[in-house]
């Protein structure tokens, strides 16, 4: 008996997800636990296990398509099963020529329904289908917001109905537009207005390429726009000085498989400020501020199909190596993009360490619903004075933004104190 | 064997008839100053199908001519107390209305016509020529001339509909405590038409010194009255209602006077009101200059015969004979009105450019403005001016939780402590302790001459109270039990108190307060169950406020009551046994006009409602946990509505939903969503949304019924749908 393959809920309360890849060939047999495709959401790519064994049949979707969780994607069931009988099974779904996109089953949602090939065509930016007679759906606002910032609205992904173009894909590719600008111009460039960063329009045959975005890319636009919109940023900048620091870490490498890098040891030296100043390990609820009982911190991993953050937890107590190797878990897994929903969720900060590239401070966008997070810099050799005696220390230089709904600056500034003395006493990092 | 009795009308019903010993017996000054309206009356009108038949009356000109002993016959008795409304064949009555007022004494015919004459007659024309130095700025023209100081409160286009008016300023006249009266002056053609005969009920019961004024010229447009009813004897209608009857020969203006005199007497003395009779006979056509034997509807020897019996001709034949003037007299005075209706003529007329020998046109400087088409729709609210407004953020007291339907009590027992102009009138509002909600409770034992219990007559009631109000000494607060009666007095609530305003001019007070109530939810069925703001949106002259607690409650009836215009007050039956915010003894809070209330602030979406259904959206809001602004609007009606709560809030949102209960057909927000649409278009990210009942009226069945209403599940399911894409 053929059977259905529907998308999964991947994470509470997303209604859609992507068919990112089949993984394994159609009426070739699959064991139990393979991964036979991976959706994408647009916070995570999932890899969906077989339950039992067995083979694909059909595919119902296509990949890079957009599907409403609980929407059929394929039929599987043993491999000599005959055609008609998946052709019966398909029949009872009672699909439209192509497959729906939409999420409920009433007539105007099926009206919208496109088929496959033209929604796997439209995904791409500026797809102006021939089936809209060549008209770019866009709402109002984004038209406007487009117009004010001389953003050409081919270039941007629509992720509303039918394809169009809505107010929050205008803000994230204008916050894509200046994160691009952000890394030429400096600290925190990214604040800058809309309206001094036009976004020259593309037209054919330019000297450039508008390359269409990942999810994920526009799921991390989006949420730092609003971060940006909505939780109003404070900075405190602090240098620390990181000999010993250094020291404690090469003792701790030495002659064992731990390989605890500097950023672990910030991140550890965090959650002991955390202890210290709990104040900081908050995040903002509309109308409460959640105080936490323990220490989770994110790390920011840059990977080639954007920023994600997956979160340590309780790193107040975990010891040093066991964190250590927590982390290089997540890292490797978020490369592969196989981090799975939950490690993304949670938290009330995050470190961002941008120091191997020998950058010396920056300041970061909170990553909401943080209520804060560091940016680390590189450490280097520095004039230093101690004691009004010019001398040669290691510097490492740190800013740290604040959402200033859930703190204050003096918690905060109680926070960095407290967090430079840890790291320049990096015994206490180990207590 | 039955025994059989002959039953008489315990009202009694009379012709009066006269003779030339009536003639003989006639003051000489009473005669020769009916000559002069007669002489007066006819002449204009004579003018006036003159400019007709040269095309520069645009519209019809309803003559009178040949009728016009009915009018003077009758008017001339009348003080300028009195008041005189008529219907669109009312040049006569409205020009003896203001010829009497203007010389109570009479108008002597062998003077030149007096200059204050002579400047009536030009407004006049000039009205019905559509002229702005018209009484009205020439909206109204031939078909709603009013001249309030005369007592001429205003002619009307809808056959019967200013009957219920005029019982209007007769109660005003009786309650304020004076012997006036008001005469309704209408045709055959409306003696059969619903308003007419509820009002000729209403006011006997109450007992108002309203003359039933009918001229029976016995064709309406072309049908005769023996086509369309069997008792042709029209007065015969009175003593079925109890009223004091009279059937008199209207060509004969002695005869009418006479008439009059007695109706008046009875009409002064309190014993309520009377119903006059009389025979008259248009020589011409519905409208225009041509008689109506040209469209065969009647003959040429009727038309000959009815004109021997000349109202003009029998008064002068009276006076020569008498020798109280000469038959040279007589003609002077003719001449005489037809000379001043040419010079009148050449004060608003101008040789045609380019035209034909002779041919004339309007002068341009006459026209209105065409930027004053919409002027004065309703008031400016000046009246509100120095008037404290406070609303619940800023309100002086302690808020705490009470009773809806306990404010609506407590506020009107208030105004009417306060004010004694207020009225209170509907079905059943002096009984059942409070009417069928107990809105009303206490009110009849404490003013027991200002809280009506009506007839089921929703078109007189509601009319008499649009008379009461435009009468200025009262203001009347007029229930409707259900909304959807207001179908059943549509011709009084839209096309008299809705537009009186604007059609004589642009300045005239309607204070009328209608409390209107909402009562989907309570099984009473398809035609007891719809919400009115949609309709009564569409309807300019009115303002429409929408309690949703007992503090607006409270704070909107009494701007409502404050306010010259006339404002719908909705009820919903499920708010009536609600409770919410309130400070406890203030009734005399005022909320200010045009502003919404802000009922949750958020950023997701605006969601605009009002009435009951605020209480469901925020509940549903709550159940989806999206972050959305509730605006209560409060104030619906075009020219009150809130847009700089809403302005702000859709740039804040970018996306809108309108949520109300009430089937698709007759709801609100549709001219809501076109006007944001057109104001705010560059600020949505979506297109509006709207939350509305079915398409059907709700029915009985309580299944079916929450079926066809929409409430917090319907909201909720919306929003969910908003917050997928």
Sequence with gaps: MPEILRMPEVAANTTEAVVSSWNVDLNTPYAAGEAIVTVETEKAAVDIEAETEGALLRLLADEGQTVAVGSPIAVWGSPGETPDAVDALVATLDLPTGITTGAGSDD????????????????????????????????????????????????????????????????AALAAARSAEAAAGGPDAAASPSSDHAVEPATAGAEFEDVPISRMRQAVARRLVDSKHSAPHFYLRGTVRVDRLLDVRRELNDGTQAAISLNDLVVKAVAVAHSRVPGLNVRWNGDS?????????????????????????????????????????????????????????????????????GTEEFAAIINPPHAAILAVGAASRQPHVVDGELGVATIMRMCLSVDHRPVDGVTAAEWMRELTGIIEHPLQILA | MPSRKAIEPAAAWTELVVTDADWDAAPAELLTAMLSQLVLIRTFEEFVLDLAAKGLIHGPAHSSIGQEGGAVGSCISLTSADTVNGSHRGHHQFLAKVLTHLHPDGIDPTKPVPDDVRDALLRTLREICGLDRGFSHGRGGSMHLQWNEAGAIGTNAIVGGGVPLAAGSAWAHKHAGTDAVAVSYFGDGAINIGSVLETFNLAAAWSLPLCFFVENNQYAVSTHIAEVTAETRLSGRGPGFGIRSWKVDGMDPLAVHLAMREALEHLRSGQGPALIEAEVYRYFHQNGPFPGSAFRYRTKEEEREWRRRDPLDTTARHIVRRGILAQDDVAGCIEQAKA??????????????????????????????????????????SELAGMTFTDLDNHPGEITESSFIGAIAGVLARRMETDPRVVVMGEDVHRLNGGTNGATRGLKERFPDRVLGTPISENAFAGLGGGLAMDGRFRPIVEFMYADFMWVAADQLFNQIGKARHMFGGTGKVPLVLRSKVAMGTGYGSQHSMDPAGVFATAPGWRIVAPSTPFDYIGLMNTALACDDPVMVLEHVDLYQSSGPNVPDDYDHYLPVGKAAVRRRGSAITIITYLAMTQHVLAAVEDVGIDAEVIDLRWLDRASLDWDTITASVQKTNTVLIAEQGARGTSYGGWLADEIQRRLFDWLDAPIERVTGGEASPSISKVLERAAVAGTEEVAAKLRQIAEV
């Design chain 2, 340 to 381: 001043l209706m040419a010079e009148l003529g050449e004060v608003i007329l101008e040789p045609k450019p380019g035209g034909k020998p002779k041919e004339q046109r309007i002068k341009p400087e006459e026209w209105p403005d065409p930027g004053f088409v919409d002027e004065g729709v309703r008031g400016d609210l």
């Design chain 1, 289 to 357: 501020v959640r105080q936490y009982r323990q220490a989770d911190i994110a790390v920011a991993v840059a990977t080639e199909h954007g920023l994600v953050t997956p979160v340590v937890r309780g790193v107040d107590t975990m010891p040093i190596g066991t964190l250590a190797e927590r982390t290089r878990d997540l890292i490797r897994r978020a490369h592969d993009r196989r981090l799975r929903q939950h490690e993304l969720e949670g938290g009330s900060i995050t470190v961002t360490n941008l120091g191997m590239f």
């Design chain 1, 108 to 171: 105007e949602r099926r009206a919208e329904a496109v088929p496959a090939e033209s929604a796997v065509a439209d995904r791409g930016a500026g797809a102006a289908s021939p089936a809209n007679g060549g008209r770019i759906f866009a709402s109002p606002i984004a038209r406007k917001l487009a117009a004010e910032a001389g953003l050409d609205l081919a270039a941007v992904v629509g992720t509303g109905p039918n394809q169009s173009i809505r107010r929050r894909d205008v803000e």
